[in-house]
Structure formats: C-alpha cells, structure tokens
C-alpha cells in the first residue's frame, strides 16, 4: 500500500530564510505527487504538481525516484508562506484521483 | 476558479441521530468526487469515493452502511453518518475532480462534526 510520510510536524525559519518541507513516499508503482497548502482558516487547495515541473509562489519540487522523495524548497520564505503544507500521492499519473496524504507540515515564517 | 461548497461548516448532534452532509460543485460539473475524515493534527484519510449515478467505492475499513454516500447528480454528493457515535466526531472534507480533463482537484471548506 502507498504511503507519504513527513516528518516535520513543525518547522519554522525566518523571513528571507530558505526552507524545505520534506517528504517521502512508499508505492510500489510511478505515481503522481502533489503538494497541498492550507492557509489560516481557508481550504486546501493545490500548491504544485510534480508533472507540471512548475514554480508556484517560488516554491518548487522535485521528484526523486531513487530517494522516493518530493521535498518542497523555497529560496526566500515570506510571511505570508506560514501555512499548513500536505504532501500527497496518487496512483493515477492521469488525474488527481484518491490521494494519499501526509500528516502534514506546519510552516511558520518569522518576521 | 471553481467552487465546492460544503454544508453545514459544523454540526452538533445527539448519539443516535443522522447526520447528512453536502457536497456540491458550484460553477462545474464533477462526476467524482471524494470524501475524506481528519482526526485533529492528523491527516486526511479518504473514505470514499463518490460516483455520479453509481454506487460510492469505500477504502477497506469503512463501514458503508454507517457512512451512506449518494450522488444523485453531477453537482451534489452527500455523505449520511447514520446513528452516530461519539467516535464518529472528526472533520470531514469532500472534494470534487474538476478541470478541463479532469485533472484538478477542488476542496470543500470541510464540516465538524461533534457527537455528544
């Protein structure tokens, strides 16, 4: 069974501080991994997707098959990235289709 | 963007009762949609899938009589926790499949649920 894994409850650096959110996976098959942002009492709502290979709010992820891992970097973090980040998985490269997540990564950017 | 809206936000009920729970996508159609349960500092453990003009596919573990899922039409799916417990309180999210090729997936602002 697939399983995501984030081992950081907490991280908190300062502002224009670099951060990286890490994540692990285990799944068997290729699969598709996203990460999730939750601001302060808003939804959650998709950050980034590995097979977009983009940059969103300058964060970027990659995949690393051989690590089996999805760590989110950002050079410079800004206030405004304190948030609640979910790494997820999905065994569809097609679609965003039953994701299994992390537990979740609480990020605080200090002033 | 698109818009999934949750109803109610939060609910308190007597052991026993039924609860049901909205799920609706507003400005789109989505065929499928998910619903997930959250323990507090936990993560999201998906429940089931929903399918429009089918029967819901459950995860092993949850009990399908106890979470009754009916998505009737392409922008309503509703989950019913029947005669529930106190351990049935948590926080339960849907979410819906959206975009042009069915690759998004959209969040419901999610409903607490509290069992007295």
């Known amino acids: 069974a697939q399983r995501v894994t984030q081992p950081e409850k907490l991280l908190s650096v300062f502002k224009g501080a670099p951060v990286e959110l890490k994540c692990n996976y285990s799944?068997?098959?290729?699969?598709?991994l996203f990460w999730y942002v939750q601001y302060s009492r808003q939804r959650l709502q998709l950050l980034l997707r590995h097979i977009s290979r983009e940059s969103i709010k300058g964060f970027t992820a990659d995949l690393n098959k051989g690590e089996t891992s999805f760590h989110l970097k950002k050079p410079f973090a800004q206030e405004e990235d304190s948030a609640m980040y979910y790494c997820?998985?999905?065994?569809?490269?097609?679609?965003?289709?039953?994701?299994?997540f992390g537990e979740g990564t609480q990020l605080t950017v200090n002033p | 963007g698109a818009v999934v809206s949750q109803h109610p936000s939060r609910v308190i009920c007597k052991s026993g009762t039924s609860v049901k729970i909205e799920c609706r996508s507003l400005?789109?159609?989505?065929?499928?949609m998910f619903w997930y349960r959250q323990f507090p500092k936990k993560s999201l453990m998906l429940m089931a899938t929903s399918n429009e003009g089918s029967k819901a596919t459950y995860e092993q573990g949850v009990e399908k009589d106890k979470f009754l899922i009916n998505h009737a039409s392409l922008t309503l799916s509703t989950l019913t926790v029947t005669s529930a417990h106190p351990e049935d309180s948590s926080f339960y999210i849907c979410?819906?499949?959206?975009?042009?090729?069915?690759?998004?997936?959209?969040f419901g602002s999610g409903t607490q649920l509290s069992v007295l």
């Open positions: 997820a998985l999905s065994e569809s490269e097609t679609s965003g289709s039953r994701l299994t």
């Open positions: 979410s819906a499949l959206g975009g042009q090729t069915n690759e998004k997936l959209f």
């Open positions: 799944y068997s098959g290729s699969p598709e």
């Open positions: 400005d789109f159609q989505a065929t499928t």
